[in-house]
């Protein structure tokens, strides 16, 4: 019967189980058909544009301006906007503009910029030949969409502007004009500051009222594949992401980690294409209404070289005002430098990732300020070795005091193992009397986990503030040549699963730091805690942490900013040193059983804690006894 009962069972549990993978295949194929369809209209929607683009092209092509009138094929292709095919500019060509912080390339064709330098940086290492481009090679497309009376659709991306470039004071202006004749035009202007990583851009018409259909709303899209600046792929594409501001100040972003995410917001005032270091960011006076972003993985295999990391697209619609166009925008390209990015209080520091709440106030207000004053005078290495101290001292107190709880709960640890024994049977009696010996000997079994808690926020916020701070960038100390990138001693034949290809030193020797300490700790932790029945035993729990906490670290951190390994190496070995001098010089055991004899022959008030446990199990015991006479009356 038994038999029949599991088979009956197994069944069951078979068909669930089919049914499940059935319903997940069904899923991933409906999911798959969608993705095929969305690829199947963008490719068809490049198709169109392509042979619009194409077709345009001929078209200029093959007027000459020897033409005493535009040729009837430039009208019939380009509409009003023909005349703009008949200025030199329509030849081809772009301007240069460039500055202290910036080199910058604007195209006739599409009037846009095709080429964005951030002068003096280097790609992945200090001693590259290769100077960082946020917009190079194709990788950017920045297109207005624009309905015509005649219902026709332009790309300005297709279309010819005519430069002319002048100087306001120490300014270059450059002012790029898609014309339908001399007074009727769309125009980019691009205002380049000595400097200044801020470039002034505005988009405005002029006579267009009469060309353009003003029921048709025009689409601004700006597309851009980032390129791979850093050393390490993942690490570089981990923080890789779209950051947007909208609705008066708020801000989010997109996943980094999902292969394709989407979002829809309204009221947009920035929209920033982030990467590790750099960051290439749209911002505009008068919010747009709406926009709609895309975020694309690029990087399927980490092991395998890429030239992109993410794929992003932003579309925003333009409102007319009085039949025109009139938006003040800026461009921001250059570093996620948090002290650069909020001298512009424009909200833009949001886009470097510090953490949030209390963590985000720590690096903001405490290790930034502190660790921009080290660092302006000691090298970068040593400025993380004395912020790793400060950091020690600071919480040193907080060290103290849990390892003093420990001593303590250490020395009691016979007392409390003997009122399990005598009150095994009573769960209610042991507790009370537990209590009451805590109570008596001035004990807090909480007082080792309080200050452990509050060193979380400092831990956490400098585990976010190393990977953001754009200062260690290319900084070598010792061994490591990048302390925002892995220090790599030893290079594999062969990849390591979640280690990767490479010997990183310093997360070895943080990995070392903490088996010591842990070895150092675990017997008096063990000590501390009891065991209590019905719950693991935590002394065989420990053992096992001694080694799978060193060879966690060793694993997570391989692929981290050298810096950040560099910290917990030191803030580790400092933990060593301080340990040994509490437990060796400072809390002796004999002290601390004299305090707690000591502490048992005075009556003492009991802590709020030790209240409140008492009055919970005093509830919980009154209610067992009216549960006992309600059994005895059945």
């Known amino acids: 019967m038994e038999e029949k009962k599991l088979d009956r069972n197994s069944i069951v549990g078979f068909i669930i189980i089919a049914g499940l993978l059935i319903w997940m295949m069904l899923n991933n194929i409906n999911n798959e058909k969608e993705s095929i369809k969305k690829d199947a209209e963008v490719a068809q929607k490049e198709v169109v544009a392509k042979a619009e683009s194409e077709k345009i092209e001929t078209a200029i092509s093959t007027h000459t301006q020897s033409d005493s009138l535009m040729n009837e094929s430039l009208r019939a292709t380009l509409g009003q906007f023909a005349y703009s095919a008949t200025l030199p500019s329509a030849q081809g060509g772009n301007t240069e503009l460039k500055s202290e912080f910036l080199t910058l390339v604007v195209e006739n064709k599409g009037g846009a910029l095709s080429k964005v330098i951030v002068n003096d940086e280097k790609r992945f290492s200090k001693t590259s030949d290769e100077i960082v481009s946020l917009i190079s090679d194709n990788n950017s497309n920045f297109n207005l969409e624009i309905h015509t009376t005649d219902n026709r659709v332009f790309n300005t991306k297709d279309l010819y502007f005519e430069p002319e470039l002048t100087k306001e004071g120490e300014n270059q202006v450059l002012s790029m004009k898609l014309k339908a004749s001399d007074n009727q035009f769309l125009e980019y202007r691009y205002v380049l500051k000595p400097s200044d990583y801020m470039i002034d851009f505005s988009i405005r018409t002029q006579g267009l009222n009469k060309i353009v259909d003003l029921s048709k709303t025009p689409q601004l899209n700006w597309e851009l594949k980032s390129f791979r600046n850093e050393k390490s792929i993942s690490y570089e594409n981990r923080y890789t992401r779209l950051y947007y501001e909208y609705e008066k100040g708020k801000d989010n972003d997109l996943s980094p980690t999902s292969k394709l995410d989407e979002k829809t917001v309204k009221d947009l005032t920035y929209v920033a294409y982030k990467q590790h270091f750099f960051t290439s960011v749209l911002l505009t006076d008068k919010a747009f209404t709406s926009a709609n972003f895309v975020s694309k993985n690029l990087v399927n295999d980490e092991k395998v ?38 001298s512009y209080d424009k909200n833009l520091d949001n886009i470097v990732p510090l953490g949030w709440g209390i963590f985000g106030w720590l690096n903001r207000f405490l290790f930034i300020p502190v660790f921009g004053l080290l660092s302006s005078f000691l090298p970068y290495g040593i400025a993380i070795i004395i912020l790793t101290v400060l950091v020690r001292l600071l919480i040193s107190p907080l060290t103290y005091k849990s390892y003093l709880s420990q001593a303590k709960m250490k020395a009691i640890r016979p007392e409390v193992t003997e009122l399990n024994e005598k009150y095994k049977n009573d769960p209610m009696k042991k507790q009370q009397e537990t209590m009451a010996l805590y109570s008596k000997a001035g004990v ?91 719950m693991p035993d935590m002394g065989k729990l420990m053992k096992v942490m001694i080694y799978i906490s060193p060879i966690m670290m060793l694993f997570f951190f391989n692929n981290y900013a050298s810096g950040l390994s560099l910290y917990y190496f030191i803030s580790n070995s400092i933990t060593i040193g301080i340990m040994y001098v509490i437990k060796n010089h400072i809390v002796k055991e004999d002290k601390i059983k004299a305090i707690i004899e000591d502490n048992k022959t005075k009556k003492r008030p009991k802590g709020r804690f030790q209240r409140k446990m008492q009055e919970m199990m005093e509830q919980a015991q009154e209610q067992q006894k009216l549960k006992e006479q309600q059994n005895k009356k059945k």
């Open 305 to 342: 070289d890429t030239v992109f990391t993410k794929a992003f697209a932003a579309t925003m619609p333009l409102e007319y005002t009085n039949g025109e166009l009139n938006y003040d925008m800026n461009w921001f390209f250059g570093p996620s430098d948090y002290k650069i990015l909020k």
């Open 444 to 534: 807090n079994p909480m007082a080792g986990c309080i200050p452990a808690i509050l060193q979380i926020p400092i831990f956490y916020a400098l585990f976010q503030f190393f990977p953001s701070a754009f200062d260690l960038r290319q900084k070598s100390f010792l061994w490591a040549d990048d302390l925002s990138s892995y220090d790599s001693v030893l290079h594999l034949p062969f990849s390591i699963p979640f280690y990767g290809d490479h010997v990183s030193l310093f997360p070895l020797l943080a990995s070392i730091a903490i088996f010591i300490y842990m070895k150092m700790t675990t017997g008096d932790q063990q000590m501390a805690a009891p065991t209590q029945e019905g």
